[in-house]
């Protein structure tokens, strides 16, 4: 065997050994970055038979199920996280973001307004609050456009503002 065959082995075998040495979450976490997700949810799936209360897998499964557009699963998920860990804000706001791209506002604004009693300083859920709310003043102003007998500058105004606000602030599905 030449230095250059061994050298190889050794390589091969400590990368062997880093895999190994490697979480299951954090193994998912590779695979999804590497673009594997079905890999990664069948990691962590898998992790989970192990461990089904471990909330760290739990977690990153609802971000990955929430991730994949498997809305059912992630609700499901983060619900129940909710109900095992209710100390935690960022499973609140996760069903939040859940329900606000289903258009329940009035849902997404209580699980925010939860997740920062139970953590005031969580910043993604004030920005996600921030969100909601202009969708929800979009909303008012909406429907007090359709109920105005005639018509207000000052709210057709502050409706286009808005929906100017709320445009730049969703994401193109294009």
Do not use: C
């Amino acid at each position: 065997m030449t230095f250059r065959s061994t050298l190889l082995i050794a390589l091969l075998l400590a990368s062997g050994w880093a895999k190994a040495a490697l979480t299951p979450l954090e193994q998912a976490q590779n695979l999804w970055l590497a673009g594997h997700r079905t890999e990664a949810v069948a990691e962590v799936t898998a992790a989970l038979k192990l461990a089904p209360e471990d909330l760290k897998l739990r977690f990153a499964l609802g971000v990955y199920r929430m991730e994949m557009k498997d809305m059912p699963a992630a609700l499901g998920i983060f619900t129940s996280l909710t109900q095992d860990f209710p100390d935690l804000p960022d499973p609140y706001n996760n069903l939040a973001v859940i329900h606000a791209s289903q258009g329940e506002l009035d849902q997404a604004r209580g699980e925010l307004e939860q997740a920062l009693r139970l953590q005031p300083d969580h910043a993604q859920a004030q920005e996600n609050l921030g969100d909601v709310m202009l969708r929800l003043a979009l909303r008012a102003y909406q429907r007090a456009e359709k109920s105005q007998i005639a018509a207000s500058d000052n709210l057709a105004l502050k409706l286009q503002q808005t929906q100017m606000l709320v445009q730049k602030l969703t994401p193109s599905t294009k």
